[in-house]
């Protein structure tokens, strides 16, 4: 079976018009990617028979979970470009139609639970810019969003998705486990599929 393309940090691939996926939100810390929210993400997509390669997720995290197997040393400039996350993030960012923002965000290790405790500082801006991008061209774009039903701090998100029909996907705090919402995941694929169509 062909599955969906999977893009992880440093590496470059074609996104096709509509059928790119970029999983934005709070990056686990080094050892705790591997196990890490995105990776449940990739995890359902790559085994749903109803995605295949023309698709592609971008995952903004090294794929070894080790910001350090990436990294080259800045003794040139082409190594100061490849190191360069900010820029390789904005743009596949702008390359992918569909930005999903998943926003498990603690300020304490003992609300975050399985979670590492991670507000998401850089996220939070990501998050504003990425959704009046979204506001601009609906027609184009999509933008998915959701948190865990404890996360702190997304109350205004919230209530700016909603206030332009947006659905906000939320998993419950007994489903913690799960680390994503499944009716999150679902949005991507059916959107993916959906979008395969779109001439």
Sequence with gaps: MET????????????????GVFLAGPTPPNERMESGWRRVILDKLLKDERLDPSMLIVSPEPES??????????????????????AWEWQYL???????????????????????NNIGPTSRWEFGYYFQEYLKNPQKKHFIVGAPEDAESVNWAKKLVASHGIKWH????????????????????TTLVKNKWVF
């Design 4 to 19: 969906i393309r999977t893009l992880f940090s440093r590496e470059h691939e074609t996104v096709l018009p509509n059928l």
């Design 65 to 86: 979970g080790n910001w350090n197997t990436i990294e080259k040393p800045n003794t040139s400039l082409l190594n100061k470009v490849h190191n360069d996350q900010i």
């Design 94 to 116: 702008g390359l992918c139609d569909i930005t999903a923002f998943w926003l498990p965000t603690y300020f304490s290790e003992e609300k975050a639970e399985n979670f590492p």
């Design 170 to 189: 939320v998993l419950k705090k007994e489903d913690k486990e799960k680390q994503v919402a499944d009716s999150f995941i679902e949005e991507i694929a």
